[in-house]
């Protein structure tokens, strides 16, 4: 099992901005493509953001033009960073490889965002 741990979520107003990271107990960004995904109450869980190993990327097209996923290899890191946040963006986020696997959900942060 791939342990992967999620944080920097919060509370921010419409418009603020957040930066999640999504640490792995491995170096497993080198050999696989890395996505964040939430699932807000009452909602599928669904893809936000993808990388793969080349550094392609591939979004949601709700947050297109408002986040970016980027890692860094020798942290064993994956961020999102957002911008212009939305209170539709309200939801747990979740890291994990593409295609997803059920058993390496962690705990996901909670990014929550008022109006």
């Known amino acids: 099992q791939v342990q992967l741990v999620e944080s920097g979520g919060g509370l921010v107003q419409a418009g603020g901005s957040l930066r999640l990271s999504c640490a792995a107990s491995?170096?497993?960004?080198?050999?696989?493509?890395m996505a964040w995904y939430r699932q807000a109450p009452g909602k599928q869980r669904e893809l936000v953001a993808a990388?793969?190993?080349?550094?392609?990327?591939n979004y949601a097209e709700s947050v297109k033009g408002r986040f970016t996923i980027s890692r860094d290899i020798a942290k064993d890191t994956v961020y999102l960073q957002m911008n212009n946040l939305k209170p539709e963006d309200t939801a747990v986020y979740y890291c994990?490889?593409?295609?997803?696997?059920?058993?390496?959900w962690g705990q996901g942060t909670q990014v929550t965002v008022s109006s």
């Open positions: 994990n490889k593409e295609p997803r696997l059920a058993a390496y």
């Open positions: 491995r170096s497993i960004f080198s050999s696989n493509t």
């Open positions: 990388i793969t190993t080349r550094g392609s990327t």
